[in-house]
């Protein structure tokens, strides 16, 4: 008698009326799509707290909601059965979020469409690079070139954030007329061949690693 | 000169500190029970000293410990009396305590009535008592306008991509007055004054500045800056639609390669180029893919025809909803758990105006999803 009862109870499942149906996907609502300036609330200088909503999928018993970091491909991931959710995120970074509707009777799931947003961050603030000091040769200074006609150029360079990146040397015969004899240097010195007898002019910038270009001074100096 | 009264003198330790902070035993534990120093002066070049006195100690003394090595020293600081009572027993209080200085010779010049002359000062001219001089060429900050460390500039990026809120800060150790001129992009031109108090540049959209410092009272003095105010990368894909022309512009980055499938056509772009898409029909169905399922699916439905309106929003006792003349469609409200809470089937023959009663309604987010047989669209709406 209990086999049989066991015997009916498969049969009955085996041939049950209706699929299970699978989950269906949600629509989101909030942060809205395609905002590039989610302020959420501030935690810090470096995170913020994300409020996340959508509307209930029918056919649903669980929600995972998937956040998606678009530069650092960073996922998380959180599971729930209520229709919000807030999340610490790093500011200054743009987000991708899509909902999955699951079910416990069922492998499938639903999945939402996929929105995209911008966290606000909190630029810090870069130091420019000091002008460079120029060393060698001195301004006003007359000098000899050597067998090889080139000539030692040298400074100094200093910044409060310490993140000089190289510097580029500019020569010419006048002020106004100064070329970009020397590029991407990351030593303070260089050496650069010269003609004698002639009057010159120079000036180094220094390029830190915010794109902050400051320029020095220009010398001259006449060779012999 | 000290005037000192206490009912055990003999407990009182005395010292007179310099500015240097170094300490000089003036007198210690003397005339034991007897009262007071009264009128005491203590001076290296008296004739008696002040251990073999007797209270109340009125007249000059020499002290115990030789200050003849003060001589010849600046006076400037703080100067100060220390009064030691070692004892619990007995109190007293101090009337009096006067310095007196003697100065000798010619006074040196010093324009700038700080506490060094002139011969010694690296800025004769400014006052400048810290005597700071940052890169040691013997020229004080405060007057050294040449100095490769006197103009100091901070750049902050833009916080959002289509926020202009970047903003420079100038900044200077020599006092003087300072114009810059700062060229930005779109014909951005700004002059402003700044000083050793320093000012902030605020508002700048992304771009290259080029920025240069000059002061009125040096025309010698020139410092030139070029950078680049950035703005965060946009989102993965931003569509922009030009309603006048129908010409939709595409933003693609975050991987090599997409899928732009527009209505029923696919084509595939690389990151970086710039996508244009002319939309021929009514309501368009634009998906972007990638090689990557992972990075998800962009999907929007963009409605050439006019899209339905809901107003006021947020929304008190009653939602009008405004439909594209002469469409069919089924409308329905949702509340934001995704309960049906209301539906209607709407003719296109019909008035495009819809009533929808929310008065009954507990605050919060609704949804109004309206299907048309084609394509369907959600309008959000606050209930207050």
Redesign the interface.
């Known amino acids: 008698m209990k086999q049989l009862f066991i015997l009916m109870v498969l049969l009955f499942l085996g041939c049950g009326p209706d699929p299970i149906p699978a989950p269906k996907p949600?629509?989101l609502?909030?942060p809205d799509n395609?905002n590039?300036?989610n302020t959420a609330s501030r935690v810090n200088d470096f995170e913020s707290q994300v409020r996340f909503?959508w509307?209930?999928?029918?056919d649903t018993e669980s929600y995972q909601l998937v956040i998606?970091n678009?530069?650092t491909r960073q996922k998380r991931t959180v599971s729930t059965s209520l229709?919000s959710e807030s999340v610490r995120l790093s500011s200054?970074?743009?987000y991708?979020w899509?909902v999955v509707s699951k079910s416990l009777l069922t492998d499938a799931v639903g999945q939402s469409?996929?929105w995209?947003?911008?966290l606000?961050?909190?630029?810090?603030?870069?130091?420019?690079p000091?002008?460079?000091?120029l060393l060698e040769p001195q301004n006003k200074a007359e000098l000899g070139l050597d067998d090889s006609n080139s000539l030692l150029f040298q400074w100094?360079g200093?910044d409060?954030d310490g993140d000089i990146e190289s510097y580029e040397l500019y020569l010419g015969e006048s002020t106004d007329e100064l070329s970009k004899e020397r590029e991407g240097l990351t030593n303070n010195q260089t050496e650069i061949q010269l003609l004698a007898n002639t009057l010159y002019f120079w000036q180094v910038v220094s390029i830190d690693r915010?794109?902050?270009?400051?320029?020095?001074?220009i010398f001259q100096f006449q060779t012999l | 000169m000290v005037d000192i009264q206490h009912t055990y003198i003999g407990d009182l330790t005395l010292y007179l500190e310099s500015p240097d902070g170094i300490q000089y035993l003036l007198s210690s534990e003397i005339g034991e029970s007897d009262n007071d120093y009264t009128q005491t002066l203590f001076d290296q070049e008296a004739t008696s000293a002040i251990f073999e006195a007797e209270a109340p100690f009125t007249g000059s003394f020499q002290p115990l410990q030789d200050v003849s090595e003060l001589y010849g020293t600046s006076s400037f600081g703080t100067w100060k009396l220390i009064v030691n009572d070692l004892y619990v027993e007995d109190s007293g209080q101090l009337l009096e305590f006067t310095l007196d200085l003697c100065v000798q010779g010619i006074p040196l010049a010093n324009s700038d009535d700080d506490s060094i002359v002139d011969e010694n000062d690296n800025c004769p001219l400014l006052a400048n008592e810290n005597q700071e001089d940052i890169d040691g060429n013997g020229i004080g900050d405060v007057c050294d306008i040449f100095s490769t460390r006197n103009i100091s500039l901070t750049k902050k990026n833009t916080s959002c991509p289509e926020k202009d809120n970047g903003s420079l800060t100038f900044d200077a150790r020599a006092e003087y007055d300072y114009n810059v001129t700062v060229i930005g992009p779109s014909g951005f031109q700004k002059e402003l004054i700044f000083t050793t108090q320093g000012k902030t540049l605020e508002g700048l959209a992304a771009g290259n500045y080029d920025i240069c410092v000059r002061a009125n009272s040096f025309p010698d003095f020139e410092s030139c800056f070029e950078t680049q105010i950035t703005a965060p990368l946009a989102l993965n894909v931003q569509a922009i639609l030009n309603s006048s022309t129908s010409i939709l512009d595409l933003d693609l980055s975050g991987a090599e390669s997409f899928n732009v499938k527009i209505n029923n056509e696919t084509k595939t772009f690389v990151q970086g180029e710039k996508v244009q898409v002319v939309l021929s029909q009514k309501t368009n169905f634009i998906q972007v893919t990638t090689d990557n399922p992972c990075l998800g699916v962009f999907e929007e439905w963009i409605n050439l025809g006019e899209n339905a309106k809901v107003f006021p929003n947020p929304v008190s006792n009653e939602a009008t909803l405004i439909l594209p003349k002469a469409r069919s469609a089924s409308i329905a409200l949702f509340s934001g758990a995704g309960d049906a809470i209301w539906e209607s089937r709407h003719q296109a023959t019909n008035n495009e105006v819809v009533l929808i009663p929310m008065n009954q309604l507990q605050p919060g987010w609704y949804l109004i999803r309206i299907d048309y047989a084609s394509y369907s669209e959600t309008l959000k709406v606050l209930k207050q």
């Not at chain 1, 606000?120 to 420019?128: L, Q, V, Y």
């Not at chain 1, 000091?130 to 000091?133: C, G, L, R, S």
């Open positions: 949600s629509v609502i909030l395609l590039t300036c909503q509307t209930a999928a029918l998606e678009t530069l229709l200054g970074a743009p991708s899509y469409s996929v995209q947003f911008y606000e961050g909190n630029p810090e603030a870069s130091h420019f000091f002008p460079a000091q100094n200093n409060l915010e794109g902050n270009h400051s320029f020095s001074e």
